[in-house]
């Protein structure tokens, strides 16, 4: 069993449709969890990061993370053609640098 | 501005060739991560560093190894290539100890072993 799972996808939504990307995992040391971006033929950018249980906003994205069940969750608002690209949860334990990567979703915004 | 580089952006070789791919940061980073990202897999760990003269191995390490002589560079040598590892082959780095530790990712190298 991996550590984190992550649905594939692929995800095509229509513009301005909400869209909610999620992971689990199964190592409970994990203490920070992270999303990142990454359009195609391009290195992942950290688009979110959280440490604590609950929701974290930043425009019209929002982090929300349930430690207690090991669950976390990508909320976009307003989708739009731009945010069509792959998005990867990560995670790590506390005192670490390394990171464990989900598969990735992709997400196919329409016009 | 500081970056991350890695050359070369695209490489086809044979089997059983020895290969390296460079990766330069300056952002003066102590950390650095060696990726490769596969259909179905995400991106696993090949190799890091925390510092000058240190490395370690990943979770997918065989037949891959690293070596850190300064901060800013951080090789990764295929002692001999084989067509398991045709992949993209990303660098990050990013910075010490800390609560908030964004890794920079450099824009990968697509890899073909023939």
């Known amino acids: 069993q991996k550590e984190v799972e992550q649905d594939p996808g692929p995800l095509s939504v229509p513009e301005g449709a909400i869209v909610s990307l999620n992971c689990t995992y199964s190592n409970s040391a994990f203490q920070y969890f992270m999303w990142y971006r990454q359009y195609s033929r391009k290195g992942p950018e950290l688009l979110m990061y959280?440490?604590?249980?609950g929701n974290k906003e930043d425009g019209r994205f929002t982090a929300q993370v349930d430690k207690s069940s090991k669950y976390i969750s990508l909320f976009i608002r307003d989708s739009q053609p731009s945010d069509s690209a792959t998005y990867l949860c990560a995670m790590r334990s506390g005192g670490y640098q390394k990171v464990t990567f989900g598969t990735g979703t992709k997400l196919q915004v329409i016009p | 501005d500081a970056e991350i580089t890695q050359s070369p952006r695209h490489k086809i070789t044979e089997t059983g060739r020895q290969v390296t791919l460079a990766c330069h940061q300056t952002?003066?980073?102590?950390?650095m991560f060696w990726y490769r990202q596969d259909l179905g897999h995400g991106l696993r760990l090949i190799h890091y560093s925390y510092g000058v003269q240190d490395t370690n191995k990943g979770e997918v390490s065989d037949g891959y190894s690293v070596s850190r002589s300064n901060t800013e560079d951080l090789p990764l040598t295929l002692e001999s290539a084989a067509s398991s590892q045709t992949s993209v082959y990303f660098c990050a780095s990013s910075e010490e100890r800390g609560s908030y530790n964004e890794q920079f990712f450099g824009p990968g190298t697509r890899l073909t072993v023939l």
């Open positions: 959280t440490y604590s249980s």
């Open positions: 952002w003066n980073h102590n950390n």
